[in-house]
């Protein structure tokens, strides 16, 4: 049972209840962990969630797709992105460590009231990840390995029925375990673990000298074979690279739920707050409503230094990593057996890799990277799924009390009514459009919300967090860039579509 700390001199007149949620509480920060050698994988977590999910969309789907089209110099795009990221996901978790709120909660703290950003946000949300497009993919891969061939427009209504059955067996995956976010966890170290592993080894195996050292300098966006630096490619396809921009690494709502999986990691003051438990094994939990704060005392202090090594280690050093080898190990596989200028988006882009390799005389291969490719599709829905319906739970929880009250206080009853009601509609979804193109759809609208959401943690870091723990200059600037980066491609998607 949590144990919330009672409520001292804070009054309604505080700057973080102004839009009309409750002020913060005072509570010590509990004590951070101070893991050594292997140890340090039992508290990273956020992070390789956050990966998960971001390699079934930039780095397995749309990178390729960018790479395949224009050539390896566009990594340069994916270097500025997962850097940006991840700066933009540690001020996230600031936030969280500092509070025990999610950082939509502290957007809904803001002018001019908390109900506006409860619905901006939630309308965000759906724009950007309430489209089952990974589940669409996923069903493209299996059906490649059930009949050996890519799926055609003739075959829509097979994808549909595979991507129904993928659909509703994450929903049976997010009932199981005591705590969600460990649940996901837990499967994404292994799905991290065995595709990075099975990647190196093939692109180790098949790729060239030169296509590697085409991946090196394209870090850099410089060409070896035009001799000069090409960062942006003639006749682009802005539609495409502003997806691919928006989904290397994360992606605006992905980047954002990072913090709601950091509160119920037991970050900080999350570990204060409480968390979402699962249907099944899991029991009712209390799920403060609105966050804490701490004294900047010496000894505060100390153990905020602590989780921010924390916080540090999971970004850096599993995000950012995972996220650049997730990058570039499919995008040297993808660029040796599909010929340059190649257009993969259909049906079939999931398994448009695994053909090339069935068609240069590698079948079992082949096959294997099909799987592959499928299960990473399937977990990556399986993510997005459950963090769109946790972030729409945590908005609500937050912003109504009647909500809060209704079947005796049990946040299991709001989170799962929200999650049939986003899987009746993905079910609907999957009939509107290829998958791929609401796949695009969705991380452009990511790519606006990282324009707009650095420059409101901004605002909420430095306004409502106390002065001692604000963000330096330096990441100051870094939100601010991660604003004007994605701003750029915005714009130029948006000209492209308008002329």
């Known amino acids: 049972m949590v144990r919330w700390p009672t409520l001292t001199v804070l009054t309604l007149s505080a700057t973080e209840s102004r839009s009309g949620l409750d002020p913060w509480r005072v509570a010590e920060l509990p004590e951070p962990p101070r893991p050594r050698g292997v140890r340090w994988l039992g508290v990273v977590g956020p992070g390789v969630i956050v990966l998960g999910a971001s390699i079934g969309s930039g780095e397995f789907l749309l990178g390729p797709a960018a790479f395949v089209k224009y050539g390896l110099t566009m990594l340069w795009v994916a270097v500025c992105a997962m850097v940006l990221q991840t700066l933009f996901n540690q001020e996230l978790m600031r936030y969280t460590v500092a509070t025990g709120e999610p950082a939509v909660t502290g957007f809904m703290r803001t002018k001019p009231h908390a109900t506006f950003w409860a619905w901006f946000y939630a309308a965000l949300y759906l724009l950007q990840v309430g489209w089952p497009a990974w589940a669409g993919t996923a069903a493209g891969a299996f059906f490649f390995l059930f009949m050996k061939r890519l799926s055609l427009a003739a075959d829509a209504g097979a994808v549909y029925a595979i991507g129904v059955i993928l659909f509703l067996l994450c929903v049976g995956i997010l009932l199981v375990g005591r705590r969600i976010e460990r649940t996901l966890e837990i499967l994404n170290w292994v799905l991290v673990a065995c595709i990075l592993t099975g990647f190196l080894v093939l692109a180790l195996r098949f790729a060239g000298a030169s296509t590697w050292l085409d991946a090196a300098l394209g870090l850099f966006g410089y060409s070896p074979s035009e001799g000069r630096f090409m960062f942006v490619p003639e006749g682009a396809d802005f539609f495409l690279i502003g997806a691919f921009a928006g989904y290397s690494g994360a992606g605006g709502v992905i980047n954002i739920t990072l913090s709601n999986w950091a509160r119920d990691r037991g970050?900080?003051?999350?570990?204060?707050?409480?968390?979402?438990?699962?249907?099944?094994?899991?029991?009712?939990?209390?799920?403060?409503?609105?966050?804490f704060r701490f004294e900047g005392t010496p000894a505060e202090m100390e153990k905020w230094?602590?989780?921010?090594?924390?916080?540090?280690?999971?970004?850096?050093?599993?995000?950012?990593?995972?996220?650049?080898?997730?990058?570039?190990?499919?995008?040297?596989?993808?660029?040796?057996?599909?010929?340059?200028?190649?257009?993969?988006?259909?049906?079939?882009?999931?398994?448009?890799?695994?053909?090339?390799?069935?068609?240069?005389?590698?079948?079992?291969?082949?096959?294997?990277?099909?799987?592959?490719?499928?299960?990473?599709?399937?977990k990556t829905q399986l993510d997005v799924l459950e963090g769109l319906a946790r972030s729409i739970t945590d908005i609500l929880w937050t912003g109504s009390r009647r909500i809060r009250g209704w079947r005796n206080g049990d946040v299991r009853k709001i989170y799962y009514t929200v999650l049939i009601a986003l899987v009746v509609w993905g079910v609907l979804a999957l009939r509107l459009a290829q998958p791929i193109f609401l796949l695009q759809l969705?991380?452009?609208?990511?790519?606006?919300?990282?324009?707009?959401?650095?420059?409101?943690?901004?605002?909420?870091?430095?306004?409502?967090?106390?002065?001692?723990?604000?963000?330096?200059?330096?990441?100051?600037?870094?939100?601010?860039?991660?604003?004007l980066f994605y701003g750029t491609f915005v714009v130029l998607w948006v000209r492209m579509l308008a002329g």
């Open 267 to 291: 970050y900080g003051m999350g570990g204060v707050a409480g968390y979402i438990p699962a249907a099944f094994s899991g029991k009712k939990t209390e799920l403060a409503h609105t966050g």
């Open 305 to 378: 230094r602590g989780w921010w090594r924390i916080v540090r280690a999971d970004q850096w050093g599993v995000f950012f990593v995972g996220a650049m080898l997730g990058m570039i190990l499919p995008a040297v596989l993808y660029v040796t057996f599909l010929a340059r200028g190649t257009d993969i988006r259909g049906y079939g882009i999931a398994a448009a890799l695994a053909n090339a390799m069935v068609s240069a005389g590698a079948p079992l291969l082949g096959g294997g990277v099909a799987f592959i490719g499928a299960w990473i599709l399937f």
């Open 442 to 483: 969705g991380a452009n609208v990511g790519g606006a919300v990282l324009c707009f959401a650095s420059l409101h943690l901004l605002y909420v870091n430095t306004r409502l967090l106390p002065a001692h723990i604000r963000p330096p200059l330096w990441r100051r600037i870094g939100l601010v860039a991660c604003a």
